[in-house]
């Protein structure tokens, strides 16, 4: 039989370091027993310990146990640690392969041979310590201490419980309420489930302010996503403050705040500017109310106060009352920017920081008016809304889809291009991927995943147009130029990669491309330039090997805003794209 060469010796179990080592003993098991439950089979660190019983052998176990989503599993890791801090390595002499073996909780049987007593005649004192230590062994794997009274074992002290290792902030996402009350908090869940988390956890902070924590395999310690939605403009204060990695906003960055964040680049190239979906500024009214429609113009003078009676606008005579958002928001920033312009909203208005909560407000109140994003019209009626000389549109899905919907907006994630935190860009490539954008889908905002609908034929439209669309499908996308330049803007140069994906599942289709401009300049002029911008997409289209077979341009026909303002201007500045 082979012996050992190591000298054993009696325990003293009034000995503080006789006891840490055997509290070492017991968490090695426990973290053998739980990562082969957890994985079904043995760590390659177990069989390297069992065989070279050194330190150096240790330290990648524990770094396996630290990134294991099992508390228990964490916590042990961190003990064994704060016992190595207190000068206990490990005992050349103990018999890990029989110690820690994953099964049976650990009796005299899984007793080390090193920490059983020296072989010698038979006297009580000895057996009743073998029997408390197995007792003993038992109740530090299932992490519990208690005081053991008998012979030749004195009084056991309460182990520290080591507390879990707080969750260390990787990404901060400050801005817009809107994004951030429900859309931001779901993205981030699904991100670390996508980065190997199983428990994630939503936690809200303080109000419109949440941490989504969870494990993931690329960090060894529990990591949290900071959300704060105390609206758009704070996107870029805290930007610009070095206290956000990524900026929300519901509406683009104004020039001054892009000159303000100047010193990371041009904000509004798309390396720094990316529309992750799309939303209906929707009119809500109480359900009850018979008012269907109302025109931009109409909008704008009830909420300036100076229509303040339904039956100005087609409605029951009734006082209108008014509930707006608060300042802050992105939701207000646009209706103020898209809808009233210099006008200022009338102080009438009850501001709400809360989407839901104004929702809430217009639903139990038969005169109120409110404006709110999509996903919170809840038990509120959305009016269809004209512009111009555009037809009444509802905010349909397809209709913010294209942003023909008078008060479409985009929803935008900002952040500098050379981040150093590659957390930024693995957040940004997830939002703007097929499972990021079927959550925005499910959150109720409108993603950029291209469908392709067919439209009724208008009498009202273009004789050609129609009989070009009339057996066509019309793709949910329009490609839509930066200001002032005959360049896609930052959205349109990432709908051209999702085209090409749509096209590539929906093999056989021919393309046409149909170009606008706003009213500005000549009949002759509007229909040449259009026609070059559909020609600028067919040259992109053509560089990603698709050909399309009609490239036509209509001039000012068919706008889907008024052309009374730059911003309304650029929406008519489109190209839309069909497929036969």
Request: proline content about 6%.
């Amino acid at each position: 039989m082979k012996t050992s060469n190591i000298t054993e010796k009696p325990i003293d179990h009034n000995d503080p370091s006789e006891r840490n080592r055997m509290e070492m003993i017991s968490l090695i098991w426990v973290i053998k027993r739980e990562l082969k439950l957890s994985s079904g089979q043995e760590s390659q660190w177990h069989h390297l310990l069992d065989k070279h019983k050194g330190d150096s052998y240790l330290e990648p176990l524990l770094d396996e146990a630290s990134r294991s989503t099992d508390g228990k599993v964490r916590q042990a890791a961190a003990r064994i640690r704060e016992l190595r801090m207190q000068q206990r390595g490990l005992d050349p002499g103990m018999d890990l392969n029989s110690l820690v073996k994953a099964g049976p909780e650990p009796g005299l049987d899984h007793v080390a041979p090193s920490l059983r007593p020296a072989s010698r005649p038979f006297l009580l004192k000895p057996l009743l310590a073998v029997l408390a230590l197995s007792v003993l062994m038992v109740l530090v794997a299932i992490g519990h201490w208690r005081s053991l009274d008998g012979a030749g074992a004195g009084p056991q002290p309460v182990a520290s419980t080591v507390p879990p290792a707080p969750a260390e902030v990787v990404l901060r996402i400050h801005g817009s309420n809107t994004l951030g009350a429900e859309l931001l908090p779901t993205l981030a869940e699904a991100f670390l489930r996508k980065e190997g988390a199983r428990d994630v956890q939503r936690i809200e902070a303080a109000a419109n302010e949440w941490r989504i924590e969870g494990a993931i395999t690329r960090s060894t310690v529990p990591v949290a996503i900071e959300i704060k939605a105390h609206g758009s403009g704070t996107a870029f204060t805290s930007l610009d403050a070095g206290i956000a990695d990524i900026g929300a906003s519901s509406r683009p960055i104004k020039k001054e705040e892009a000159r303000t964040l100047s010193r990371f680049g041009d904000m509004t190239l798309p390396a720094f500017e990316h529309v992750i979906g799309l939303d209906g500024l929707a009119v809500i009214v109480n359900k009850s109310s018979k008012v269907r429609a109302l025109t931009k113009s109409q909008i704008a003078r009830i909420f300036a106060g100076t229509v303040t009676d339904w039956s100005e606008v087609g409605g029951e005579p009734g006082p209108i009352r008014l509930y707006a958002r608060d300042e802050k928001s992105g939701t207000f920033d646009t209706f103020q920017h898209v809808v009233m312009g210099k006008e200022k909203i009338s102080d009438k208005a009850i501001r709400l920081e809360s989407s839901n909560e104004l929702s809430d407000k217009v639903a139990a109140d038969t005169f109120g008016v409110g404006f709110i994003g999509l996903p919170y019209i809840h038990n509120t009626q959305a009016v269809a809304v004209a512009d111009g000389e555009s037809l009444p549109m509802l905010p349909t899905t397809f209709t913010v889809a294209t942003e023909d919907y008078p008060l479409a907006r985009r929803l935008y994630l900002y952040a500098p291009a050379n981040s150093q935190n590659s957390y930024v860009r693995d957040f940004m490539e997830f939002t703007l991927s097929e499972p990021g954008q079927q959550l925005v889908n499910h959150t109720g905002f409108v993603s950029q995943l291209v469908v392709a609908i067919r439209q009724p034929v208008q009498k009202s439209l273009s004789p050609k147009y129609a009989s070009l669309t009339q057996d066509a499908q019309r793709l949910s996308v329009s490609f839509r130029f930066r200001p002032d330049i005959s360049e896609l803007d930052s959205k349109a140069q990432r709908d051209l990669d999702r085209v090409i994906h749509f096209l590539a599942r929906n093999p056989g289709q021919r393309v046409m491309l149909l170009g606008f401009t706003d009213n500005n300049g000549n009949p002759q002029q509007n229909q040449k330039t259009s026609k070059k911008r559909a020609q600028i997409v067919e040259r992109e289209l053509m560089a990603r090997g698709i050909f399309p077979v009609i490239v036509d341009g209509f001039g000012s026909a068919l706008p889907v805003a008024n052309n009374d303002s730059p911003q309304s201007a650029e929406k008519n500045r489109r190209v839309e794209i069909w497929v036969m």
